[in-house]
């Protein structure tokens, strides 16, 4: 299988005023084309900056990053940008969706960054909003939504685009027990057919069974 | 897409209402004093030039060009010799609408007991009083030259504070003594007829004004200080003025603002004062929309990362948040613009009635006047305020760092 990323010694440490805490220590990580990865630990333990960094949205400060065999510079943002409005979907804990905008617009925001038509646009967007089973509710804002159907909305956001990679943190920390499981699998399904790699912190183990591969993270390095 | 963003920075600032409407009503309200403002001195402009050419000056002025750079030795030394060939020159040209002669003089006016020094106006009456009937408040008696059983009397109309000092009524006579042209003193006999107020108590304690033909018989000169052109409107000033520069060689052509020094001044004083209220306008709206901005895009900070996470560049962020000032700036303006108009309005109807300007006797009524400049001026102003008042809180959102902004509480 294609590597879509690959990270070699990374490490990440933050200051706090004088003391420096690492986040991340000499991380090696390969996920491949496709992958339905879990990254478990308890709180605190690197998986929120691991997240970051494969998405492109923090900056390891030591280590290199190849995303789809290149190696990404932190130089200049326009490219990283680029990078993440082009091949990165994001799913967050608490759904992050635009409150003025209703579940079309929400859907529909990455593709406005893009070149698409607003024919092809709308034509994509109700086919994720079907995929999600919320075409019925596509004028709905957020507040107007249950928590589940909001996390669907990001997860439609999240792969209208047609993302390579899609980044969930904790994406069932919000959720109750069976919302989860359903986003999950709905995950998992969309994983399956869009052949995308969906990789999501958890440190539910009930989730964690899910995932096709588990990387455990303690203290900043991974254990497995 | 432009207006799918457009519509994201309406529905931003539709966010919160309130803090929009306080914002937009700040804006609302510096629109209208600016165009309040500006109308109001555009009106006092008007009425100043008006008051200008009608009371003093008319359109353009012809002399002598010595006269105006040398100190005359004697009356009328530098004065304009054979005027009404001049006069017909003049009054050939199409947006002219008369020209006429005016002799300036002083001298000393007396009872018989009393003398008190004067500056006087001889004039063609009745093509002066088609100029000045609109600024001279006549109080008692008529205009010069009314009397027509009295065509060759020499007559003299007296400011209000002259006749007091002098004790003059209608129909007494009185004595004008000047030098003549060759240095000799000259008296006459003059007839009061009209007892007027020229609006400017310094005036009105030294003024007088006598037939063209009264003067120079005083004077014993057929010439007269200068010539005054009237128009048929006052835009057309600059280009009769040249066309006169080109007809009259050897004359001296001089626009009437060019000599009424007090209009400079109070233009100057005038656009000193607006500029400084556009200023404070200026800064109270960027203050109001800087705060709003900044205020709006704290608690969006969650919200700017998670736009900027999935692909949203620096440059858009900081032109969605311009945008979102710039809607507020268009709303805002357009709401001021709209009642200023109905302002303006309700003002000009009501009648209501300044008290005297400096130097002057008589009230004028309030009146803004509705100029298009200053409307558009306005407008524009208000926009690019709002979106300057934006730039720096945008440009902070648009370099926070991801990873803080979605961490942001």
Known sequence: MKKRLEFENICKTYSLGEVLIPALRDVNLSIAEGEFVAISGPSGSGKTTLLNLIGLIDKPTSGTIRFEENIISYNGSSKLHRLRQARIGFIFQSFNLIPVLNAFENVEYPLLLTTVSAQQRKKRVEEMLDEVGLLSLRAHKPRELSGGQRQRVAIARALVHQPKIVLADEPSANLDTQTAQDILQLMEKLNREENVSFIFSTHDPQIVKIAKRVVNIRDGRISN | ?409
């Not at chain 2, 609408?97 to 004067?118: E, H, P, Q, Y």
């Not at chain 2, 088609?130 to 109309?157: P, Y």
């Not at chain 2, 000092?165 to 007829?193: F, P, Q």
């Not at chain 2, 004077?219 to 003025?241: F, M, P």
């Open chain 2, 1 to 409: 897409m432009k207006t799918k963003f457009l519509k994201l920075a309406f529905k931003n600032v539709t966010r919160n209402m309130r803090r929009t409407l306080i914002t937009s009503m700040i804006m609302v309200f510096g629109c209208i004093a600016l165009i309040l403002a500006g109308g109001f001195i555009k009106y006092s402009f008007w009425g100043l030039s008006e008051t200008s050419i009608r009371g003093r000056y008319g359109h353009l002025q012809v002399f002598q060009p010595e006269s105006l750079e040398k100190e005359e030795d004697m009356p009328l030394q530098y004065g304009i010799s054979r005027p009404d060939s001049l006069i017909r020159v003049i009054g050939k040209l199409d947006e002219v609408r008369f020209a006429m002669s005016r002799i300036s003089f002083m001298g000393l006016i007396s009872n018989g007991d009393k003398s008190v020094a004067f500056m006087g106006r001889a004039v063609n009456p009745e093509k002066e009083q088609k100029l000045t009937g609109f600024s001279m408040k006549m109080e008692t008696g008529h205009h010069l030259g009314e009397d027509v059983f009295a065509q060759n009397e020499d007559e003299v109309i007296l400011a209000k504070g002259v006749a007091k000092s002098l004790k003059a009524e209608i129909g007494d006579y009185l004595t004008v003594m000047t030098t003549t042209t060759t240095g000799i003193l000259n008296a006459m006999d003059v007839k009061v007829v009209g007892i007027f107020s020229t609006g400017v108590p310094e005036m009105d304690v030294r003024f007088l004004s006598v037939k063209l033909s009264t003067a120079q018989t005083l004077l014993n000169s057929e010439r007269v200080s200068n010539i005054i052109v009237v128009l048929n409107e006052t835009d057309s000033t600059d280009k009769v003025a040249a066309q006169l520069s080109e007809h009259l060689s050897g004359f001296a052509i001089k626009k009437w603002h060019e000599l009424a020094t007090f209009y400079r001044a109070v233009v100057k004083l005038y656009n000193a004062i607006f500029t400084f209220l556009g200023i404070l306008i200026f800064i109270v709206v960027l203050l109001a929309t800087s705060n709003t901005m900044m205020m709006s895009i704290f608690e969006r900070t969650k919200e700017i990362g998670t736009l900027m996470a999935i692909g949203t560049s620096e440059k858009r962020v900081l032109a969605n948040f311009l945008m979102e000032g710039l809607v507020i700036g268009l709303l805002a303006s357009a709401t001021g613009l709209l009642l200023s108009l109905v302002l303006s309005f309700v003002i000009n109807q009501s009648g209501i009635m300044m008290p005297p300007p400096p130097g002057s006797t008589t009230g004028f009524p309030l009146n803004v006047h509705y100029v298009g400049k200053i409307y558009l001026g306005t407008f524009i102003f208000m926009l690019l305020t709002a979106v300057l008042s934006t730039l720096i809180p945008a440009f902070k959102a648009s370099r926070k760092r991801i990873v803080d902004a979605l961490g942001h509480i």
